[in-house]
């Protein structure tokens, strides 16, 4: 009932910067929390930065101030910046949004396909 498409995603040197984005589209009732997750193949996907309607964020420790997670309720989109990437942050990125459907109560969690990150050092 949600679709998400990201792009953003690239090849960057260590130190460069990306500016990641996600359009939502489809049949539903709200958007509630919007995010960014990342995945490295072998390791568990793990949380990058969060989103609530009202603009409370929530960032993990990797981020270190790096990264920004900001979002347009008009435009039913949501970005993150990327700044002094390093090549730990090498990950394919996954944008999560939390939506309120006609169909089912609560909130149900919706995935994109991913957009790659690559930082080269």
């Known amino acids: 009932q949600v679709q998400l498409v990201e792009s953003g995603g690239g090849l960057v040197q260590s130190g460069g910067s990306l500016r990641l984005s996600c359009a939502a589209s489809?049949?539903?009732?709200?958007?509630?929390?919007m995010g960014w997750y990342r995945q490295v193949p072998g390791n568990e996907r793990e949380l990058v930065g969060t989103?609530?309607?009202?603009?409370?964020?929530n960032y993990a420790d990797s981020g270190k101030g790096r990264f920004t997670v900001s979002r347009d309720n008009a435009k039913k989109m949501v970005y993150m910046q990327m700044n002094s990437l390093k090549p730990e942050d090498t990950a394919l990125y996954y944008c999560?949004?939390?939506?309120?459907?006609?169909?089912?109560?609560?909130?149900?969690?919706?995935w994109g396909k991913g957009t790659l990150v690559t930082v080269s050092s």
């Open positions: 489809g049949s539903y009732f709200s958007i509630n929390t």
């Open positions: 999560g949004v939390d939506a309120t459907t006609y169909s089912r109560p609560g909130s149900t969690t919706y």
């Open positions: 989103i609530t309607r009202g603009g409370s964020t």
